[in-house]
């Protein structure tokens, strides 16, 4: 079990609005900022989102992060066929002393 | 361009070792601590090890501590995992990132890893 919480899909049609959520607990998300990856299929994964909402130079605009006390989101807006991949949360956790990451959200654009 | 390549997996039976490198350029690689992430077939992302910019602060995942051993060399600019005592569950394709800040802004394209008799 992950120490982070996704939920394991998520979907949408194209130009639609997709949020996957990551709940943790105080020693990680509500400590810590939050990364989101997101893994193509067959490719390594690539920094999607820094620091809960810094987009990389590169990531379409798109793409959002936010986070709320031990809870944090990424919002896709006008999805696009391109976007279906995993995705993960990641933060450090100051009680594992070590890097956690969510389970991981299919996003199946439909 | 900042680019991280893997090397060094294989197969290996259990109990045995492998060592894997990271061969980091683009970047002050002496400047940035790094990281091991893992990925077993199907499954997802398990970070493993931190090494700070200049070797002194280490982490250890519970999953490999005591067996694998994280280091670097930035005059050479490259990372290594050393690995021992490996089991049929070590099987996975091994990443390495950057980790700045205990953050993963650029990662290699992996290794894969496979533990079998």
């Known amino acids: 079990h992950s120490v982070l919480t996704q939920p394991p899909s998520a979907s949408g049609t194209p130009g639609q609005r997709v949020t996957i959520s990551c709940s943790g607990s105080?020693?990680?998300?509500?400590?810590?900022?939050v990364n989101w990856h997101q893994q193509l299929p067959g490719t390594a994964p690539k920094l999607l989102i820094s620091?809960?909402?810094q987009r990389p130079s590169g990531v379409p605009d798109r793409f959002s992060g936010s986070k709320s006390g031990t809870s944090a989101s990424l919002v896709i807006s006008g999805l696009q066929s391109e976007d279906e991949a995993d995705y993960y949360c990641?933060?450090?956790?100051?009680?594992?002393?070590?890097?956690?990451f969510g389970g991981g959200t299919k996003l199946t654009v439909l | 361009e900042v680019q991280l390549v893997e090397s060094g997996g294989g197969l290996v039976q259990p109990g045995g070792s492998l060592r894997l490198s990271c061969a980091a350029s683009g970047f002050s690689f002496g400047d940035y601590s790094m990281s091991w992430v893992r990925q077993a077939p199907g499954k997802g992302l398990e970070w493993l090890s931190y090494i700070s910019s200049t070797g002194h602060t280490i982490y250890y995942a519970d999953s490999v501590k005591g067996r694998f051993t994280i280091s670097r060399d930035n005059a050479k600019n490259s990372l290594y995992l050393q690995m021992n005592s490996l089991r049929v569950e070590d099987t996975a394709v091994y990443y390495c990132?950057?980790?700045?800040?205990?953050?993963?802004?650029?990662w290699g394209q992996g290794t894969l890893v496979t533990v079998s008799s």
């Open positions: 990641a933060t450090w956790d100051d009680s594992l002393n070590g890097a956690v």
């Open positions: 105080n020693s990680n998300i509500g400590s810590n900022t």
């Open positions: 990132a950057r980790a700045p800040n205990y953050d993963f802004d650029y």
């Open positions: 620091r809960n909402n």
